[in-house]
Nanobody
């Protein structure tokens, strides 16, 4: 059974840093696409960062490029999203998601959100 569980959210001041974790089970990173999305109240869901075996790249949304790092820990079956220089507009519920095929590009997964499995979100609030 595929499971994803995001954690690590919280209240952070503007300019601060945060690392979100997503513990996964039921699949291997090498055969999949894994993504971080976020959604703020009243706004559309946004693909923040996506990694896919389809192109072997990691995609970052323009809104976080240069401030976010997507990483893997195969020994812990965990993926991370580290963000610094946080802004109030980074506030939202962050979700990790996975697709077991992973044939499309990382950008495609982030732009269209066509991933099969979604975990429960973790709330990030950046105070101004």
């Amino acid at each position: 059974e595929v499971q994803l569980q995001a954690s690590g959210g919280g209240l952070v001041q503007t300019g601060g840093s945060l690392t979100l974790s997503c513990a996964v089970s039921g699949f291997t990173f090498e055969d999949s696409a894994i993504a971080w999305f976020r959604q703020a109240p009243g706004k559309e869901r946004e693909g923040v960062s996506c990694s896919s075996r389809g192109d072997g790249h990691t995609y970052y949304a323009d809104s976080v490029k240069g401030r976010a790092t997507f990483s893997f820990d195969n020994t812990k079956n965990t993926v991370y999203l580290s963000m610094h220089s946080l802004k109030p507009e980074d506030t939202g519920t962050y979700y990790c998601a996975a697709d077991l095929n992973g044939y499309s590009s990382s950008a495609y997964y982030c732009r269209y959100g066509v991933l099969t499995y979604w975990g429960k979100g973790t709330q990030v609030t950046v105070s101004s």
